[in-house]
């Protein structure tokens, strides 16, 4: 089973607001990632966690929090975001950083407004 | 410089059959490994297919398979038999050592989007 789960699946929020995304594995996959993708572009990496620990950050504004609470849960809490930030933000799990095959949850489509 | 190109943003082909796809990479590293996804319009990037710089033959999945030509860069996806449920964006990707050492990341084209046609 290559299950990766996601929460919610569509989300709209105000510029103020406080919101959380959630991803969830039982694969046992011990690093977990976080892409941001724009229509009709690839996903651009945001995160990485290694062994429940952050391991790259790629320059990721502040209004972008994750949290890896252990080794089957990745959030990313979201605060203050931009219109520029509506995106699909997409979750992904491997068995370790270093090695291969990521899978991909179905992603949530985040408006902001 | 891009690192992983694909030159066809757009692709139509008959259903049943067979079809290319496009992708070459740059990478100065020995050990380095291929993928492509599948990503259709609900957003799910599938995974399809990986190769491994050092696989001597090419990879095989089903109706998808890899053609790898190491010397020329080149790590072509072709499907046989197209299904009209192929329609989808495809991306190859490529997993290379990032310059903070252990960790490694997938690195994507810009992607092609395949339509079949009945």
């Known amino acids: 089973d290559t299950e990766v789960t996601q929460t919610p699946k569509h989300l709209v929020m105000g510029m103020t607001n406080k919101k959380s995304l959630k991803c969830e594995q039982h694969?046992?996959?011990?690093?977990m990632y976080w892409y941001k993708q724009k229509a009709k572009k690839p996903p651009e990496l945001m995160f990485v966690?290694?062994?429940?620990?952050?391991?790259i950050n790629e320059s990721v504004p502040s209004r972008f929090s994750p949290e890896c609470p252990n080794s089957s849960l990745l959030n990313l809490h979201l605060h203050a975001l931009q219109p520029e930030d509506s995106a699909l933000y997409l979750c992904a799990s491997s068995q370790e950083a270093r090695r291969e095959t990521q899978y991909f949850g179905p992603g949530t489509r985040l408006l902001v407004l | 410089a891009q690192k992983i190109t694909q030159t066809q943003p757009g692709m139509f082909v008959q259903e049943k059959e067979a079809v290319t796809l496009d992708c070459t990479y740059d990478t100065s590293d020995q050990s380095y490994g291929l993928f492509w996804y599948k990503q259709p319009s609900s957003g799910e990037m599938i995974f399809l297919i990986y190769?491994?710089?050092?696989?001597?033959q090419n990879a095989t999945e089903g109706r998808y398979s890899l053609n790898f030509q190491k010397a020329r860069k080149s790590a072509n996806l072709v499907i046989s038999a197209s299904q009209l449920g192929d329609s989808a964006m495809y991306f190859c990707a490529m997993r290379e050592r990032i310059s903070s050492g252990s960790a490694r990341q997938l690195t994507f084209g810009s992607g092609t989007q395949l339509t079949v046609l009945p």
């Open positions: 966690y290694s062994y429940e620990k952050l391991s």
């Open positions: 694969m046992g996959h011990r690093a």
């Open positions: 190769q491994g710089s050092y696989d001597e």
